[in-house]
């Protein structure tokens, strides 16, 4: 399975972005995904994540009421739309996934698939 991760740039606090993220190579209706992101000199962290099948999602508290996971099965992609963006949501951002869906959601370890990373600064 390949992660394509798109999307990133730079934007103004209060600015939007939507990345998304196709995967290819084989997937099925199970293929759980989601997001995680690091900033310089910091771990990878959750943001969000998003259930195959009745694709229930997570997300993270820094990020919950401004970002949004949503996925499009007909083009085996999901989309990260990102709102209401301030300087601490500045990073790089990471597609993964995985067949099925771990309770742990939020550990970077439970993920078997990753994207190359796209980067999101927010900056005036």
């Known amino acids: 399975v390949q992660l394509q991760a798109s999307g990133g740039g730079l934007v103004q606090p209060g600015g939007s972005l939507r990345l998304s993220c196709a995967a290819s190579?084989?997937?099925?209706?199970?293929?759980?995904m989601g997001w995680f992101r690091q900033a310089p000199g910091k771990e990878r962290e959750f943001v969000a994540a998003i259930r195959g099948g009745d694709r229930n999602t997570r997300y993270a508290d820094a990020v919950k009421g401004r970002f949004t996971i949503s996925r499009d099965n007909a083009k085996n992609t999901v989309y990260l739309q990102m709102n209401s963006l301030k300087p601490d949501d500045t990073a790089v951002y990471y597609c993964t996934g995985r067949e099925g869906w771990n309770v742990q959601y939020y550990r970077h370890s439970n993920y078997d698939y990753w994207g190359q990373g796209t980067k999101v600064t927010v900056s005036s």
């Open positions: 190579g084989g997937t099925s209706r199970y293929f759980s």
